[in-house]
């Protein structure tokens, strides 16, 4: 069973163009949830994606948007970078959406806004 | 916001039972106690989680106190590789599955 990736690992962008984000979930995960992690601080939630659809979505403006495909794979897009859109970016993966189901992450991929 | 309420940071002699506290007295009937933890800027790892009852795996143990507005999260044997920063986090069962996330508590693991 392969674990959760990330790529780019690293990125540098500056404000006002657009990046996307990939992550590949563990084989047999419906369930994909991206999150947003400023330094010194606790992971924030984006949104979450089940079975291609999104299943909710935190406190992020529309120009976050995600993709999820069926083969495990989803994308995180962000148009219009602002500065303060610096962080890691985390994607997690889990069996189902609700349940107990714990949830695998990858190791992120940093973005930095100039 | 965060749920919970953990201390910043804690010490611990290798070797030792690492004992990190949470606070969660809001927390409602079905929700869930999550603990993650995080090696430097790696993704979170998932630890344990419980209800009401104490659990234990391969990891740690998690103590639920009777009336769940706290709980400990022990690591038996700590090592220098349990050097992290350690998240508790409540999440409502049947949810999307959103986890709202604290600060979290930096464990530092000493020789």
């Known amino acids: 069973e392969t674990g959760v990736t990330q790529s780019p690992t690293h990125l540098i962008k500056t404000r006002g163009q657009q990046v996307t984000l990939r992550c590949s979930s563990q084989?047999?995960?419906?369930?994909v949830s991206w999150y947003q992690q400023a330094l010194g601080q606790g992971p924030q939630f984006i949104f979450q994606y089940y079975r291609e659809e999104e299943n909710g979505r935190g406190n992020f403006p529309p120009r976050f948007s995600g993709l999820q495909f069926p083969n495990y794979s989803s994308e995180l897009n962000v148009n219009a970078l602002e500065l303060d859109d610096s962080a890691l970016y985390l994607c997690?993966?889990?069996?189902?959406?609700?349940?107990?189901?714990?949830?695998?992450f990858g190791p992120g991929t940093r973005l930095t806004v100039l | 916001d965060a749920k919970t309420t953990q201390p910043p940071s804690m010490d611990c002699a290798e070797g030792r039972a690492a004992n990190l506290p949470c606070n969660h007295s809001?927390?409602?009937?079905?929700?869930?106690v999550y603990w993650y933890r995080q090696i430097h800027s790696q993704g979170p790892q998932y630890i344990i989680h419980?209800?009401?009852?104490?659990e234990t795996n391969e990891m740690a143990s998690l103590i639920i106190t009777e009336d769940r507005k706290s709980s400990t999260l022990i690591l038996p044997h700590a090592t220098l590789r349990d050097t992290a920063v350690y998240y508790c986090i409540v999440r409502v069962f049947g949810s999307n599955y959103q986890l709202i996330w604290g600060a979290g508590t930096k464990l530092i693991i000493k020789p």
């Open positions: 809001t927390i409602s009937g079905n929700e869930y």
């Open positions: 419980g209800l009401k009852n104490n």
């Open positions: 084989s047999g995960h419906n369930t």
């Open positions: 997690a993966s889990s069996l189902e959406a609700g349940g107990e189901n714990e949830q695998f």
